[in-house]
């Protein structure tokens, strides 16, 4: 529970702070986080935990200096740069970015029946499939959870991550 408490006061502190940082470290960040409170079904097994990088450089390069290498759980991180979406079929999470949001319906479908978180930072992604949407509300920074998704892809989400979203 004590966990639970400081990964929910993390996130809402990244949430107030957002004006403070890049974005691009605030969607790295933000995606750690979530990650904590996703279960994989394939957790339990050793090997690498392969968040996968389409369309943001600067996304890219702030998750592999932060957490390329480190461990999570019996598995280690890996931060790939993805050039086609043949290969999110190999990852656990994947972002996929505003530059690169035509390439969605290609990585729904490469990520399809298969335990992969993805997350996007574009407009109506999460109502199209993304298991996580960026949005930006007011000027805040807000995210979509399509459960709907998240079920389809095997994936089990905390409630207390879930209460800190925008269902859909």
Do not use: R
């Amino acid at each position: 529970m004590k966990k639970v408490l400081i990964g929910l006061f993390t996130l809402s502190a990244l949430f107030a702070t957002a004006q403070d940082k890049p974005l691009h470290e605030i969607h790295a960040q933000m995606m750690f986080n979530f990650i904590k409170y996703i279960q994989w079904p394939n957790e339990a097994e050793g090997g690498d935990f392969v968040v996968g990088v389409m369309g943001e450089e600067d996304v890219f390069n702030t998750l592999k200096a932060w957490y390329d290498g480190k461990p999570k759980g019996s598995k280690k991180y890996v931060v790939k740069k993805l050039t086609s979406a043949a290969e999110a079929a190999s990852c656990s999470v994947v972002y996929l970015g505003k530059g690169k949001s035509k390439e969605f319906e290609n990585i729904k479908n490469a990520s399809s029946g298969k335990p992969i978180l993805t997350i996007t930072d574009s407009f109506n992604l999460g109502q199209k499939g993304s298991c996580i949407n960026f949005k930006v509300i007011d000027g805040k920074l807000k995210f979509e959870l399509n459960q709907a998704a998240v079920n389809s892809s095997s994936l089990k989400v905390s409630s207390a991550l879930s209460s800190m979203a925008i269902v859909i």
